[in-house]
């Protein structure tokens, strides 16, 4: 008797195990960390066969914040890449004098080889994006964030720096 309400137990919780366990299993986190330096958690899941992508917020170039940039993650059927996002709402052409695109992968920042892009020019009254080809991996499961550096004229000393939210590859 006691042996049948031993494994009518077990067979009660077991049920109740695996479901701890799977609402447990949530998207994984990056250390892909921004300026304060707190861990991100996914902010978009993207599963097999999908396409999607996270962009940071906007950093203002001018105190007029009429020049502004973000930093993104994307990924598609066979591909994830990082971009930094641009928009002018000025009357004059803008020229960010020097952008990295850069990427973290499951918390370990990665340097793209070509995601670099110098002179770059962003119309008045306009919006551009870096070349998705300039910084990008074979699409594989993982954690990944953008990580966008823009320095806005060749007198700065340091970039300004962005990531963006965590995109989780399923």
């Known amino acids: 008797m006691k042996n049948l309400r031993r494994a009518a137990t077990a067979l009660m919780v077991m049920p109740l195990a695996i479901a701890g366990l799977v609402a447990s299993s949530g998207a994984a986190s990056a250390s892909a960390t921004g300026s304060a330096g707190n861990e991100a958690t996914a902010s978009v899941v993207v599963g097999p066969g999908q396409r999607g992508h996270t962009c940071s917020g906007y950093t203002y170039a001018d105190s007029t914040h009429t020049r502004y940039w973000q930093t993104c993650a994307w990924v598609d059927l066979g591909h994830v890449f990082f971009t ?18 850069d990427y973290y992968s499951s918390g370990t920042a990665m340097t793209c080889v070509d995601g ?55």
Do not use: M
């Not at 993982?142 to 590859?169: C, D, F, M, R």
């Open 84 to 101: 930094v996002e641009f928009g002018n709402s000025s009357s004059f052409d803008w020229n960010p004098w020097l952008t990295y695109e």
């Open 116 to 170: 670099h892009e110098d002179a770059f020019l962003v119309a008045a009254h306009s919006t551009r994006g870096t070349a998705p080809q300039h910084c990008w991996i074979p699409r594989a499961r993982g954690a990944y964030a953008s990580i966008g550096k823009v320095w806005y004229n060749s007198s700065q000393t340091s970039a300004v720096e962005q990531h963006s939210p965590t995109l989780q590859v399923l």
